[in-house]
């Protein structure tokens, strides 16, 4: 057989391979099962294919048939936070392979986020978190409860082209305002764009605190965070 068609029938079974691969962890994401998501993470590096082939063409095409179908109603919260928790295993297997290599992810830009002081609600917040960073955004998640001083501070030294303000229940809204008198207060408003969200937030809320955008959801969360970064 002749060397070309050699080499390349060698590249039809490597392309079919990888193929094959990143399919199995697209059906990771979207059967929920994180094991599975680490292990084939493993043997897609292991191949010595492109870990972030692996994150943009297996993991995020997943996540984001999950949010389709949880914007139309086709699947509830329990099964987008345990999409959102096999994506994360899968995620973490490439990262650590980025970074063994030697690269940097590319990166959309630093993405800090948290859930305002009195509110210890995290399912919300950590979805958005894990679609911003397989959508490319370098994301630091402060946790839950996040007095306003800590977002102040963080914003101060991580300097992030987005504040993510999470709150879940009512009682704990003002506390969205009261970072971003806060920035205000420490003349850094202008440095940071403010995205909030969580179920009791609207459009007319961040409007009314002065939020740069509102996140609908965790899908809605990705487009706004894209659209302020124009």
């Known amino acids: ?24 962890l697209y059906s990771s994401v979207i059967n929920f099962d994180s094991d599975t998501a680490e292990r084939v993470a ?15 063409e297996g993991i ?11 914007n139309k109603g086709e699947c509830f919260l329990p099964e987008l936070l345990m999409a959102a928790e096999a994506a994360q295993e ?25 859930t305002v002081s009195g509110d210890i609600h995290s399912i919300g917040k950590n979805i ?6 397989v959508n490319g955004f370098d994301v630091v998640d402060l946790g839950v409860n996040v007095p306003t001083g800590t977002f102040i501070n ?21 506390f969205q305002k009261e970072v971003i008198d806060a920035l ?11 995205l909030i969200g969580g179920a009791p937030t609207t459009k007319e809320w961040a409007r009314e605190i002065g939020a740069n955008a509102y996140g609908a959801d965790a899908s809605d969360a990705v487009v706004k965070a894209n659209e302020l970064l124009k």
Do not use: Q, Y
């Open 1 to 24: 057989m002749p060397k070309e068609k050699l080499s390349k029938n060698k590249g039809e079974t490597k392309m079919s391979e990888k193929a094959n691969l990143l399919n199995k």
């Open 42 to 56: 493993d043997e897609f590096i292991k191949d010595g294919l492109d870990p972030l082939d692996g994150i943009e």
């Open 60 to 70: 995020t095409k997943g996540l984001k048939e999950i949010g389709e179908k949880f």
């Open 90 to 114: 899968g995620i973490k297997v490439f990262e650590a392979e980025i970074k063994r290599r030697g690269g940097e992810k590319e990166t959309r830009g630093k993405v800090l986020i948290g």
């Open 128 to 133: 958005v978190a894990t679609m911003l960073a």
């Open 154 to 174: 963080k914003v101060k030294e991580l300097k992030p082209k987005i504040l993510g303000l999470s709150s879940l229940i009512t009682t704990t809204m003002p």
């Open 184 to 194: 205000i207060e420490a003349g850094l408003r202008g440095n940071v764009k403010v």
